[in-house]
């Protein structure tokens, strides 16, 4: 069966850093759509980047772009989630997703974040900034 395993989380001060990362298995992982997500308490899960582990489309979100970076290690089945200079507002469970069916339009790929539209989920990881 299909499982994504996210590590990496942990607490941080802020302007500190993390890097997430999240390892599938049992799933077909080439050319199809990664994704990190996160919730905060009593806030709606909302999208922070995606990738395409076919080629070269990315997409980080507006609200962390210049700070989180995606990179990928396909031999592993791993993604990765660099996040850089860490703020308060970041504390949230962050959760890895993957879907078979991906875009090389980053626009496409924007909005198939923003629709959540993934069809396998990890667990999440915890990242609190203090």
């Known amino acids: 069966h299909v499982q994504l395993v996210e590590s990496g989380g942990g607490s941080v001060q802020a302007g500190g850093s993390l890097r997430l990362s999240c390892e599938v298995s049992?799933?077909?992982?080439?050319?199809?759509?990664m994704g990190w997500f996160r919730q905060a308490p009593g806030k709606e899960r909302e999208g922070v980047a995606a990738?395409?582990?076919?080629?070269?489309?990315?997409y980080i979100a507006n609200f962390v772009k210049g700070r989180f970076a995606l990179s990928r290690d396909n031999a592993k089945n791993t993604v990765h989630l660099q996040m850089n200079d860490l703020q308060p507002e970041g504390t949230a469970m962050y959760y890895c997703?993957?879907?078979?069916?991906?875009?090389?339009?980053?626009?496409?790929?924007?909005?198939?974040?923003?629709?959540?539209?993934?069809?396998?989920w990890g667990q999440g990881t915890q990242v609190t900034v203090s």
């Open positions: 997703a993957a879907d078979a069916t991906c875009y090389t339009d980053v626009a496409k790929l924007a909005l198939k974040l923003s629709r959540r539209d993934f069809g396998y």
């Open positions: 049992g799933y077909t992982y080439t050319s199809s759509c």
């Open positions: 990738l395409y582990t076919g080629g070269d489309t990315s």
